[in-house]
């Protein structure tokens, strides 16, 4: 089996659909990934993760360096063991975590230094060093150390960052190819950077692919700046990234932001969103989202959406999903989430059955037309 390689099968105008096969298995973009922060994909089990359709998940490697160690993960055998999902894994860097800690953190070159949240305790984070932990993990997809600034930064500041993260991406190529087994079954994406500035975005390109790296992510977006500017963005830095590459746009999103950056050439996302929603009472449908506490639902006894296939609207009343979050039990972030990542892959498996046909801005005109009808 490859260690790596991506297809592309169809194009339906910037839109594309392929495959990525690795040695755990196969990858059909575009693909959504859910977030597994610390080792579970929140409120579900991993064979429930698999039924929804996901054919790989997202690993977090600030919080599994931290708890429960990168260390005692690899004498448990690696993440995939330890968590019983047996299918590609890809791990975030730890770099944007460690950013978000603005009060707990120092940068230099050679890394950052920050305070645990949760005992207080020293930590470094290199390029070097987030190699090595997420080789301790196993993941099958590593991700490049990088800064993540805010793109209201000065462009200055925001161009500096960007260097420096093309330098460590320079230092993770090193670090991850000195991994010897691990680098001959995996893969290194490099991150581009550049905020929402198209110059700044092709030089961090062009330092990219001068590295090389078997997938390029497209970095600093969904970070505030709102989605008119995160679709200007992608408007043209998508195609400053090699073509015959998957894209991945990280933290992404919304099921709108997921239809309008493949649309602009995207293959790749995760998100929280899904679950971290399904915790909090609110359902995503074909047409549009839903907060499963409003009281209009208490004697609905309809499925949560009509055209999900997910075994929770097959069995389950919006009346009965209402009860279980305004109880507050458990089993109702359970089905919220398991329906939520389920509509999340049924939207992709949409996508790419129309960019194989040659239909995507047909589909697109029909999803937003349909997803902003509010009910």
């Known amino acids: 089996m490859t260690r790596f390689s991506f297809q592309i099968h169809a194009t339906s105008g910037k839109a594309r659909?392929?495959?990525?096969?690795?040695?755990?298995?196969?990858?059909?973009t575009p693909a959504?990934?859910?977030?597994?922060t610390a080792a579970t994909v929140k409120a579900?089990?991993?064979e429930d993760v698999r039924r929804t359709g996901a054919d790989i998940i997202l690993g977090n490697t600030y919080h599994l360096m931290l708890r429960p160690g990168a260390e005692r993960?690899?004498?448990l055998g690696g993440l995939h063991a330890f968590m019983g999902w047996d299918r590609p894994i890809l791990t975030d860097s730890g770099g944007y975590q460690v950013m978000s800690l603005s009060d707990l953190r120092k940068i230099t070159e050679e890394g950052v230094t920050f305070a645990s949240h949760l005992d207080g305790s020293r930590h470094m984070l290199s390029p070097e060093r987030s190699m090595e932990i997420q080789r301790l993990l196993g993941s099958d997809?590593?991700?490049?150390?990088?800064?993540?600034?805010r793109a209201d930064q000065p462009r200055d500041v925001i161009a500096r960052s960007m260097e420096m993260s093309m330098r460590w991406a320079r230092r993770s190529r090193a670090g991850f190819d000195s991994g010897e087994e691990h680098a001959a079954r995996s893969a290194l994406f490099g991150i581009q950077q550049g905020a929402l500035d198209e110059g700044l975005r092709q030089a961090s390109a062009d330092a990219l692919r001068d590295i090389g790296f078997d997938g390029y992510a497209i970095g600093g977006l969904a970070v505030g700046e709102g989605q008119e500017a995160m679709f200007a963005t992608l408007d043209f830095a998508p195609s400053q990234l090699p073509a015959d590459r998957p894209r991945y746009l990280m933290g992404v999103g919304k099921p709108d932001?997921?239809?309008?950056?493949v649309e602009r050439g995207v293959d790749m996302f995760d998100c929280v969103l899904p679950t971290r929603s399904g915790r909090n009472g609110q359902g995503f449908t074909w047409n549009g989202p839903i907060n499963m506490r409003n009281a209009r639902h208490?004697?609905?006894?309809?499925?949560?959406?009509?055209?999900?296939?997910c075994p929770v609207c097959a069995k389950y009343s919006r009346a009965y999903l209402h009860h279980l979050h305004k109880a507050g039990e458990m089993l109702g972030a359970m089905l919220l989430t398991e329906h939520n990542l389920s509509f999340y892959q049924q939207l992709m498996a949409g996508m790419r059955a129309a960019i194989a046909e040659d239909r995507f801005t047909a589909f697109a005109a029909d999803f937003r037309r349909d997803y902003f009808n509010r009910e």
């Open 17 to 28: 659909t392929g495959t990525i096969q690795m040695k755990r298995g196969e990858i059909r």
């Open 32 to 36: 959504f990934m859910p977030v597994g």
């Open 44 to 46: 579900m089990k991993v």
């Open 73 to 75: 993960m690899a004498r």
């Open 141 to 149: 997809i590593v991700m490049a150390f990088d800064e993540c600034p």
């Open 257 to 261: 932001d997921l239809v309008g950056a």
């Open 298 to 309: 208490a004697e609905d006894t309809g499925p949560l959406d009509p055209r999900c296939t």
